[in-house]
C-alpha cells in the first residue's frame, strides 16, 4: 500500500508497507487527528477524507463528470467521506441533484484532499499541494501540455492519471470513455457524410442523421438509426457512391461502440480478399440498399518487408519488420474509414499523406475515401494527414493532399476529417455514468483514506515535485519545452543528412536509448519521411545542402551530423559542422578537401571521425586491435594483408557477374577506375586507373566454401603509418575487394567497350536499354541482330564470337534487360555518361529480391614476429548476412551500425581527439568493437603459432 498524500516537502517513496497508510493532506494535519485528537493511528489510517469535483472549464460543451450524484450518494454512505461540488450550470447533472446526493455546492476546493475532474485543468486554477485525477494529457510527454506537467512539479501536486490506470494483470485500462467515444464519433460521422454527399450534389437518407450532441441519450438515437435504416432499405443510396464501404480500423472499446452505432443500419460484413470482386460487380442492385462493413487487424494492412507471413508478437516487437499497404489494399475501396486504432510512432502509418495524395490524383478513386472519422484523434499519428483536433462547433475540415490544401469549405475537393477530441462529452449522460460506474471502486479507496491495490499507486505521474521513476523520461520533454537543464537527462540531438540504404540500421540504433531526437534531412522528403515514421523522437526536413541558409540551421540545432550523402558533399557539411562548433560522423574516406579542414577544427574543438563504416570503417578496427596487442607484446607487424566484400550470398549470386547491388551501383563502379597500389612479397606494385579489373587476384583462397578472387583497393602503402607500422620492415602490405570468380572479367570486357566511361560524350538521354547498349558498342541503335551484336563485341574485344567472354556478355545483357529481342525493359534512361547509365540499369536489373540476402565477409592476415624470434600468423574475420524477414541488408547494417556507435561516443562525450580522424585511436576502436559485438557483429580471430606467411604466397595474381 501506498500513502497518496503526505507533508510537504518530503519525497514519496513507492514502498510496501505492512498495513493501511493514510492518505494525508499537505499542510494539515491527518484528518483523524482534527477531529479527535485521541484517535489511536489505526483509526487515523482509516479516516475518510474529503473528495472535491470540479467544475468541467476547459471549453462550453464539456457537461461530463466522474462521479454522478448516484455515485455520491453511494460513496457517502460507504465511507463517510465529505463530497464537495462545485457549482455548474452546464454539467449535465444539475447542482440540485448533487445536494440531494449528500454532496456540499462549494466554490471553494481548497478544503477537499483530492480533487476529480474529467479534462486538463487551467494552470491558474491548480490549487497547490493536492492530489488530482484527470485526463492530464502528459505521461506521452505531449509537447502542448508540458506546461501543466511543470505546474503539477512546481506546486508539489500529487497527479493520478485515469489513463494510467489498469489491470496489473492484463495491462488493460480500467476508467476511461473509449466506448462512448465510439458512439458519438461513428454518428458525428455519419452525419458529416451526409451533408457531404449533399454538398457534391447527392441526396442519402443519411442526411437526416444529426449531430451526437442533438439527441438527449442513446435511447433518441437509436430511434433515428431505425428511421435511416428503413429509409436506406426503402430508397436507397445514390448510386454513384455504391458500394458505400465503411472500413474499422481497431479493436477496443472504441471500435466497439462505433460498430454498436453502425450496426443498427442494414449492413452486410464484407472480407479484404472480397474488396476486387465487389469493386467489379458495383452495379449490383443489392448495394444500393444495404452499406458495406469491414472489420480490419494489423494482419490486413500491414505485410512483411522482404516477404514472410504476418506475425503478430513479431510485429508488436519488430514493427519496423512491416510496412503499411492500406493504401494498396483498402483505401481505394473505403468511402469512410473509422479509425479506432492505438498507435506509436515505432509502427508503420496506416496512410501517409503520399498516400493520401496518390489516391485523390487517380480519377478512378474521386468517388472513394470520401470521409475519415478519426476517432482516436491521434494528432499527426496512425493518419499522418490528421493534422489537428476539430471541435464540436466545428466538427470537419477537409485535406486536399493532391494539391496540399486543408480547408474547411464542404463543396471543395478533399477528404472530410471528423476529429473531434472530446466526443463523449455529446453524451454526457451515458458517458458519465459508464465512467463513474469503472471509477467507483477506486474513488471509495481513495475517499477511504487506504490503497488496497496497484492501480492508483501505479497510475501516479508526479508527487512532491519530483516525477515517480517510471516517467523520469519526462524530464527530458520538460528540458526541451522549458529550457530546464536536468542532469545526465538532457536530450541529445542527431541531424542525420541522407536517407538512403544504409539509413535504416543507423537511425533505428540511434533511437533504441530514446534520449535523442534525430532530424533525417534528405532532398528526397518521401524518402527521409518513409526512414523516419519508423522510428520514435525522428522527423524528417527536406535539405538542399547547396542552400546555406538551411543548412547552418539544421547544423546549429544538432550535437552531432551524420553525413550519408554522396562522399563529395562531405567537406561542405563538414565545414558548416566546424563552423558551428558540432561534431560529426562519416563512412567515407577522407579526401584532400576534407584533409584541409583538420586544424579548423582542432581550434573549433571539433571531432570529425571519418571512415567509420564496413571497408572503411571497421576494418580499422579490428585491425588495430590486433596490431595494438601485438605492439604492447614487443611484438612486429612483417605483414598484413586484409580483403572485404559485400557480396550477395552464394544462393542468390546466379548471374553473369555474381554480384547484386546492396548500396550504390554507381559507388561500385567508380571504385573499380580507381588506380592502386600496395606491397607483395617485399615488391611494391602500381596498377593505373582502368587496369585494376585485368590486374586481379584470379585466386583468394579464404575460406574453402568460397571461390573468391579480388582487386586491389586504392593506396595500400599509406595506411602503414596510419595503422602505425613500418612499410620498410614489411613483407606485404595490402587492401583488397573480394568479389566472386568471373565478375572482374565482366567488367573489364564493360570498361573496354565503353560502358564505364565518364566522358560526358557518352551521355544517354532518353534511350531504351537496348538502344543504349547498340550505340555504345557503335552499332545502328535499332540494331535487332544478335549475331551482329555478337561480332561487334568479339571484334572490339579483339576475340571470337564464339569465344567464352563473348558467350558471357551476351548472357549478362540478356540478365540486364539490355537485347533489342526483350522489348522496353524498364523507363528509357538518362544519364550524364555511360557509367550513370548503366548503374541505372544494375539499380533496377540486379537488385535483391524478395526473401534474399546479401553477405560481407572481411579477413585480416597478420604475420607478427614475436620478441622471441618466433613467428605467428594471426586472422580476424567477419562473415555475415543480411536478413530479408528484418527488411536489413547486411551492407546496411556493417555501415550503419558503426556509424551509430561513433556518433553514440561522440554524444557521450567519449571522444577527445579532435580534428578529422580515423577510427584506429583505442578510444574509439575499443568500445566500437564491444558495442559492435551486442549488436551480433562479432569478429573470429585466430592464431597459428609458430608459421610463417601463408595467405600472401596463395593469393594468385594475374
Not at 498495513?19 to 484517535?39: D, E, H, I, Q
Not at 435511447?219 to 455504391?242: M, S
Not at 540478356?814 to 533489342?820: T, Y
Not at 600472401?952 to 594475374?958: G, H, I, L
Request: charged share 20%; proline share 5%; net charge neutral.
Amino acid at each position: 500500500m501506498l500513502s497518496l498524500l503526505r507533508a510537504p516537502g518530503r519525497r514519496a517513496l513507492l514502498h510496501p508497507h505492512p498495513g493501511p497508510v493514510s492518505l494525508v493532506s499537505r499542510g494539515r494535519a491527518p484528518l483523524a487527528r482534527r477531529n479527535n485528537s485521541s484517535t489511536s493511528a489505526a483509526a487515523t489510517a482509516t479516516q475518510p477524507l474529503v473528495i472535491g469535483i470540479r467544475r468541467e472549464d476547459k471549453n462550453r460543451w464539456e457537461r461530463r463528470v466522474a462521479l454522478t450524484p448516484a455515485h455520491v450518494k453511494r460513496l457517502i454512505k460507504e465511507t463517510g467521506a465529505r463530497i464537495l461540488v462545485q457549482p455548474s450550470n452546464t454539467r449535465i447533472f444539475s447542482n440540485a441533484a448533487f445536494e440531494r446526493a449528500g454532496a456540499v455546492i462549494e466554490e471553494d476546493l481548497t478544503k477537499a484532499d483530492a480533487i476529480l475532474g474529467i479534462k486538463e485543468v487551467p494552470i491558474d486554477k491548480l490549487l497547490p499541494g493536492k492530489t488530482y485525477l484527470i485526463f492530464s494529457h502528459t505521461h506521452k510527454g505531449q509537447k502542448y501540455n508540458m506546461p501543466s506537467l511543470k505546474a503539477f512539479l512546481d506546486k508539489g501536486i500529487r497527479l493520478i492519471d485515469y489513463e494510467l490506470m489498469t489491470d496489473p494483470a492484463s495491462g488493460k485500462r480500467l476508467v476511461l470513455f473509449g466506448t462512448h467515444a465510439g458512439y458519438a464519433g461513428m454518428i458525428d460521422g455519419l452525419h458529416g457524410l451526409g451533408q457531404r454527399l449533399l454538398a457534391l450534389g447527392y441526396n442519402s437518407p443519411l442526411i437526416h442523421m444529426g449531430q451526437a450532441h442533438v439527441y438527449p441519450n442513446l435511447e433518441c438515437v437509436n430511434t433515428k438509426l431505425r428511421h435511416v435504416g428503413d429509409i436506406i432499405a426503402d430508397q436507397g443510396l445514390p448510386d454513384a457512391f455504391a458500394p458505400m464501404l465503411f472500413t474499422f480500423t481497431g479493436a477496443g472499446n472504441v471500435t466497439r461502440g462505433a460498430r454498436a452505432i453502425f450496426d443498427r443500419l442494414p449492413h452486410d460484413n464484407v472480407t479484404v480478399d472480397q474488396l476486387p470482386s465487389i469493386a467489379k460487380d458495383r452495379h449490383n442492385p443489392r448495394y444500393r440498399n444495404r452499406l458495406l462493413a469491414l472489420q480490419v487487424g494489423a494482419q490486413d494492412y500491414v505485410e512483411r518487408i522482404g516477404g514472410g507471413a504476418y506475425d503478430r508478437a513479431e510485429y508488436r516487437e519488430f514493427p519496423d519488420r512491416y510496412r503499411s499497404v492500406f493504401a494498396e489494399k483498402i483505401a481505394p475501396y473505403t468511402t469512410m474509414l473509422v479509425n479506432g486504432i492505438y498507435w506509436e510512432p515505432k509502427y508503420p502509418r496506416l496512410l501517409t499523406t503520399e498516400d493520401l495524395a496518390a489516391i485523390q490524383r487517380r480519377r478512378d478513386l474521386r468517388t472513394r475515401m470520401l470521409a475519415v472519422a478519426d476517432i482516436s484523434c491521434d494528432i499527426g499519428g496512425s493518419l499522418e494527414f490528421m493534422s489537428h483536433a476539430s471541435t464540436i462547433d466545428s466538427p470537419f475540415f477537409y485535406v486536399d493532399a493532391a494539391t496540399g490544401a486543408e480547408h474547411k469549405d464542404i463543396e471543395r475537393p478533399g477528404v472530410q476529417i471528423n476529429s473531434i477530441d472530446n466526443l463523449p462529452t455529446e453524451l454526457p449522460f451515458e458517458a458519465s455514468r459508464h465512467f463513474g460506474d469503472a471509477l467507483y471502486p477506486y474513488a471509495k479507496e481513495l475517499a477511504s483514506g487506504n490503497l488496497g491495490g496497484a492501480v492508483l499507486s501505479n497510475a501516479i505521474i508526479c508527487q512532491d515535485g519530483s516525477l515517480e521513476q517510471r516517467h523520469r523520461h519526462l524530464e527530458a520533454d520538460l528540458a526541451k519545452a522549458h529550457g530546464i537543464r536536468v542532469a545526465d537527462t538532457r536530450r541529445k540531438h542527431v541531424l542525420l543528412a541522407g536517407a538512403g540504404m544504409v539509413s535504416q540500421p543507423l537511425a533505428e540504433h540511434l533511437a533504441r536509448t530514446r534520449d535523442t531526437d534525430i532530424t533525417i534531412a534528405s532532398n528526397n522528403l518521401d524518402e527521409a519521411r518513409a526512414l523516419a515514421c519508423q522510428f520514435p523522437d525522428v522527423q524528417a526536413v527536406v535539405l538542399d545542402i547547396a542552400d546555406s541558409a538551411s543548412l547552418a540551421k539544421h547544423v546549429k540545432a544538432s550535437d552531432v551530423v551524420v553525413s550519408l550523402v554522396p562522399a563529395p558533399l562531405h567537406p561542405r557539411l563538414a565545414d558548416v559542422a566546424i563552423s558551428h562548433g558540432k561534431h560529426m560522423v562519416t563512412a567515407s574516406y577522407i579526401s584532400d578537401e576534407m584533409s584541409g579542414l583538420d586544424q579548423r577544427a582542432k581550434d573549433a574543438g571539433v571531432t570529425v571521425i571519418n571512415e567509420i563504416g564496413l571497408d572503411p570503417g571497421i576494418d580499422h578496427c579490428s585491425a588495430m586491435k590486433i596490431i595494438d596487442e601485438a605492439h604492447q607484446r614487443g611484438s612486429k607487424v612483417r605483414s598484413f594483408i586484409s580483403w572485404c566484400g559485400g557480396l550477395a550470398a552464394p544462393e542468390d549470386s546466379a548471374n553473369q557477374l555474381g554480384y547484386k547491388f546492396s548500396w550504390s551501383p554507381r559507388g561500385v563502379m567508380t571504385a573499380g577506375l580507381n588506380a592502386a597500389k600496395f606491397k607483395i612479397n617485399k615488391e611494391v606494385r602500381e596498377i593505373p586507373s582502368g587496369g585494376l579489373f585485368r590486374a586481379r587476384f584470379g585466386q583468394v583462397p579464404l575460406f574453402p566454401g568460397f571461390s573468391f578472387e579480388g582487386l586491389a583497393n586504392r593506396d595500400s602503402l599509406q595506411y602503414a603509418s596510419i595503422y602505425g607500422l613500418n612499410l620498410d620492415e614489411m613483407d606485404s602490405m595490402f587492401r583488397g575487394t573480394l568479389r566472386y570468380s568471373g565478375y572482374s572479367e565482366i567488367l573489364d570486357a564493360l570498361l573496354r567497350l565503353g560502358f564505364l566511361s565518364l566522358d560526358p560524350s557518352s551521355a544517354v538521354d532518353k534511350s531504351p536499354a537496348s538502344e543504349f547498349l547498340a550505340r555504345t558498342i557503335g552499332l545502328e541503335k535499332h540494331c535487332t541482330d544478335m549475331s551482329l551484336i555478337a561480332d561487334r563485341l568479339a571484334h572490339a574485344l579483339d576475340t571470337t564470337p564464339s569465344s567464352t567472354i563473348v558467350s558471357r556478355l551476351m548472357l549478362a545483357f540478356e540478365e540486364l534487360g539490355m537485347l533489342p529481342n526483350q522489348g522496353s525493359s524498364g523507363d528509357p534512361l538518362t544519364a550524364p555518361s555511360a557509367l550513370d547509365a548503366l548503374s541505372g540499369v544494375l539499380q533496377r536489373s540486379l537488385k535483391f529480391g524478395a526473401g534474399e540476402r546479401d553477405m560481407v565477409c572481411l579477413f585480416h592476415e597478420f604475420g607478427i614476429e614475436n620478441a622471441d624470434g618466433s613467428f605467428d600468423v594471426q586472422t580476424s574475420s567477419l562473415v555475415a548476412y543480411g536478413d530479408p524477414e528484418a527488411g536489413q541488408t547486411a551492407m546496411a547494417r556493417t555501415v550503419g551500425i558503426p556509424a551509430a556507435i561513433a556518433t553514440r561516443l561522440l554524444l557521450e562525450g567519449a571522444v577527445t581527439t579532435r580534428g578529422i580522424i580515423r577510427p584506429t585511436i583505442p578510444e574509439i576502436h575499443t568500445p566500437l568493437i564491444d558495442r559492435l559485438a551486442q549488436t551480433g557483429i562479432v569478429f573470429a580471430e585466430y592464431t597459428k603459432r609458430g608459421a610463417h606467411n601463408s595467405l600472401q604466397q596463395r593469393m594468385a595474381w594475374d
